[in-house]
């Protein structure tokens, strides 16, 4: 449906090695919020360094780490920082890297935002494919449940339970969408976040778009990026991918922010309205559990 329909996949979250790029690969695009050009670029990194960004455009190339301690920010996208640097808005990006298994790479951007493209996740899908996959020597550590964690706030409820492979069940609501209640449960692997989850698009409501658009951000939005959800309609430039596309975006960035662990996910996952301030939360307290 997409243009990888001569991929082939294999089930990779039983793989018992790391993997990393082959060769690096480059995104160039409109940052979202200042509206300038930005370039992403991946490498490869070596066994057991994780996913690290660097900001190549600041004195020395300060790097971050995709780690849950190092998010700073969760209000409307996934942002990491430290002293040095901060990068903005990751989760599709590492929605893409977890779904596909790479253990480790270098992310390179010459700016704080990556290129939001069309609101989802298939441009670094795309990307991960160009790069190619790599095994390396190490063996792969695979976050599994010790003790179930449960989230309970602010009408959000996030559980991880164990099991084999990552299933998430997800059930939103996103108010004053023509279907405002949303739910789906999928096992996540390469091929189900290709044809059901890497497309579905970021959406933002008219009101919350007015007023990201008064504090001077937003500057490279438009409908190329995102679906408006205005007066009980939802306002894009294509017609919806999906008639739940709302969950299913849910649902990508929640692949994403859990890899903050640092490490691949088999569990199984009930969440309710999610966002990226409980997803950060949910990670952080797995990465206590290793």
């Not at 690290?52 to 849950?68: I, Q, S």
């Not at 935002?113 to 494919?129: M, W």
């Not at 390469?190 to 500057?219: H, W």
Request: charged fraction near 20%; aromatic fraction near 6%; hydrophobic fraction near 40%.
């Amino acid at each position: 449906m997409f243009g990888f329909d001569n991929i082939t996949y294999f089930n990779v979250f039983n793989m018992p090695k790391q993997r990393t790029f082959e060769k690096s690969a480059t995104l160039s695009g409109i940052a979202l919020h200042t509206g300038a050009r930005a370039t992403l670029k991946v490498s490869p990194a070596e066994a057991n360094s994780g996913i690290t960004f660097r900001r190549v455009d600041l004195p020395g190339c300060p790097a971050v780490k995709a780690l849950a301690p190092n998010v700073v920010d969760a209000r409307r996208g996934t942002t990491i920082g430290n002293a040095s640097a901060v990068v903005y808005t990751i989760e599709h990006i590492m929605s893409a890297l977890h779904a596909n298994a790479i253990d480790n790479a270098v992310i390179d951007m010459d700016g704080p935002e990556p290129p939001i493209e069309d609101g989802s996740a298939l441009p670094f899908l795309k990307l991960v494919q160009e790069a190619g996959c790599a095994e390396q020597d190490a063996e792969t550590e695979i976050w599994t449940v010790k003790e179930p964690v449960h989230i309970d706030e602010k009408g959000t409820q996030l559980v991880i339970l164990p099991g084999d492979e990552l299933k998430i069940s997800c059930l939103t609501s996103f108010k004053g969408a023509p279907v405002e209640t949303q739910y789906l449960e999928i096992v996540v692997t390469p091929e189900s976040f290709r044809d059901e989850i890497c497309s579905a698009r970021t959406f933002v409501n008219y009101q919350d778009l007015k007023q990201l658009m008064a504090m001077g951000l937003v500057k490279g939005g438009s409908l190329d990026s995102a679906a408006i959800i205005h007066d009980g309609a939802i306002i894009c430039k294509d017609e919806l991918r999906f008639p739940d596309e709302i969950v299913r975006h849910k649902i990508l960035d929640l692949i994403g922010d859990i890899y903050l662990c640092g490490r691949r996910v088999k569990a199984n996952i009930i969440a309710i309205r999610p966002g990226h301030y409980f997803n950060v939360q949910l990670a952080a307290a797995m990465l206590k559990q290793i």
